[in-house]
């Protein structure tokens, strides 16, 4: 089945840095891959995503990046915010037994933003 | 509240119960998922179902069951045969059209935490 492998499992960065989550899957015929964020206490919620159509995406500070051949997407954070502090995941679809597809997470990543 | 319901919020279980989580949305949405939070651990698919009447095992599904009655609905079943219960299970909803704007798109509930005493 699919494997997402995500890094690094922790991330502290000062405010206005870069910040920059890594993923890869194992599976190619995944198709789409999300990214979701997490404040605590709270459920995740999508800041991002793209499709294996499209090489990268960029919506304000954030963009992903995916390299379908190396099978690896990644997130980037710029100008970062003691706001953005929370926990990260990233996805990737996977089919299942031919009845549908259902996206499988990596184990997240913790960001931390200094002031 | 964002279309999905979960309940309850927080639960407690004796062992060998089973109880039943809540999952309700109003978004029109073809396909339902749970899954489970641990720690360090992500969120792992435990069930998954396309349409009414229909569900798809996950990465997890021992020890858990579902029924998908209703479009709105998807229960999820924590029986005694589930080894290690205590966590956090998050239920999601998506558009199910390949190819549609949104699909694949989870819209999550606010989550159920199931403590085992």
């Known amino acids: 089945g699919e494997n997402v492998e995500q890094h690094p499992s922790t991330l502290s960065v000062q405010e206005g840095d870069s910040a920059v989550i890594k993923c890869t899957y194992s599976?190619?015929?995944?198709?789409?891959f999300p990214w979701y964020k997490q404040e605590l206490g709270k459920r995740p919620q999508l800041i991002i995503d793209i499709r294996s159509n499209v090489g990268e995406k960029k919506d304000q500070r954030i963009a992903v990046t995916l390299n379908k051949t190396a099978k690896h997407f990644s997130l980037h954070i710029t100008e970062t915010q003691p706001e953005d502090s929370a926990v990260y995941f990233c996805a990737a679809s996977h089919p299942y037994n031919q009845a549908g597809t259902a996206l499988i997470f990596g184990k997240g990543t913790t960001l931390s933003v200094s002031s | 509240d964002g279309g999905i319901t979960q309940s309850p919020k927080y639960l407690f279980r004796k062992e060998g119960q089973n109880v039943t989580l809540s999952c309700e949305q109003n978004?029109?949405?073809?396909?339902m998922y749970w899954y489970r939070q641990d720690p360090g651990q992500g969120l792992r698919l435990i069930y998954y179902?396309?349409?009414?009447?229909?569900?798809q095992k996950g990465d997890i599904a021992e020890g858990y069951s579902v029924s998908r009655e209703k479009k709105e609905s998807f229960p999820l079943t924590v029986t005694s045969a589930q080894k290690n219960p205590t966590a956090f299970y998050l239920c999601?909803?998506?558009?199910?059209?390949?190819?549609?704007?949104?699909?694949?798109?989870?819209?999550f509930g606010a989550g159920s935490r199931l403590t085992v005493l």
């Open positions: 978004l029109n949405h073809d396909a």
């Open positions: 599976d190619s015929a995944s198709n789409y």
């Open positions: 179902s396309q349409i009414v009447n229909d569900f």
């Open positions: 999601a909803s998506s558009i199910d059209e390949t190819g549609a704007p949104g699909a694949n798109v989870l819209t």
